[in-house]
């Protein structure tokens, strides 16, 4: 039931797991029989279960898609022409000054994760897990799409072809720069890339709780199609319904 997981678990330094709910709550006893040889376990499933379980959320994790659709490759005149959009090639050297700028970048970009709103995460569990995220973007060559204003990085955009469609992975734009259409630029930039290369389907993820973003994927298109409820549980605190 319990799913041992070793990359987490390296990269933590301790024992993690993950507990997928299915339509219905499994055998608890056994459940925390399991929980003993583990100090962190993801719970996921149907918010409603989670809560049935008795383990307390930390997170809505919201799956999006959109089709791409022709009214999406026309430019909004109103967008900054300032910012300069373009395709990164992130296998070569990169300088010093985009080094910095892409790892804040990496950083804004997963500030309502839940590795970050877990204040009983005291490890650099967010920091370890991102910078990980950012090394396996450039190892396995997913598209990268940067945004410059007078040569500074100010976002980006990672995405990469999976099950047919494309799937956007890390998403950010400086904080003293959002506002002001960079992020829909950085959007329609791959738009126009997936539709080059045959594909008319986009989804990605975040968090129910970022409503700016929620609001922001909502305007340009994107639909809901999964809501995934997450509580981090540590074994030695028990779902408040089990005796």
């Known amino acids: 039931m319990i799913k041992f997981l070793p990359f987490d678990t390296s990269l933590f330094g301790y024992r993690v797991g993950k507990l997928q709910l299915g339509r219905c709550l499994p055998d608890l006893d056994r459940v925390h029989n ?27 994790r919201v ?40 790892r804040e970048l990496v950083f804004t970009s997963g500030q309502w994760s839940r590795f970050k709103q877990d204040l009983l995460l005291g490890n650099q569990e967010y920091e370890k897990l991102y910078s990980t995220w ?3 973007i450039k190892e396995q060559n997913h598209s990268v799409i940067v945004a410059r204003i007078s040569g500074k990085l100010v976002g980006f955009i990672t995405f990469k072809l999976l099950r047919g469609r494309g799937h956007v992975d890390l998403f950010a734009v400086k904080g003293s720069e959002q506002g ?64």
Do not use: C
């Open 180 to 243: 002001r259409g960079i992020g829909r630029q950085l959007m329609y930039k791959v738009f126009v890339k997936l539709n080059s290369l045959g594909f008319n389907l986009i989804g990605l993820s975040t968090q129910k709780a970022n409503k700016r973003a929620m609001e922001f994927y909502k305007n340009i298109g994107f639909q809901p199609i999964k809501e995934t409820l997450i509580a981090h549980w540590r074994p030695g605190l028990k779902p408040q319904n089990i005796n």
């Open 34 to 60: 399991q929980a003993k040889n583990f100090d962190l376990i993801y719970v996921m499933g149907k918010p409603g279960l989670v809560k049935l379980g008795g383990w307390s959320p930390i997170s809505t």
């Open 134 to 136: 950012w090394e396996t």
């Open 63 to 102: 799956d999006l898609v959109k089709n791409i659709i022709k009214s999406d490759f026309i430019k909004d005149s109103s967008l900054h022409n300032e910012v300069e959009i373009s395709e990164m090639i992130i296998s070569g050297e990169l300088s010093q000054t985009d080094q910095k700028d892409l």
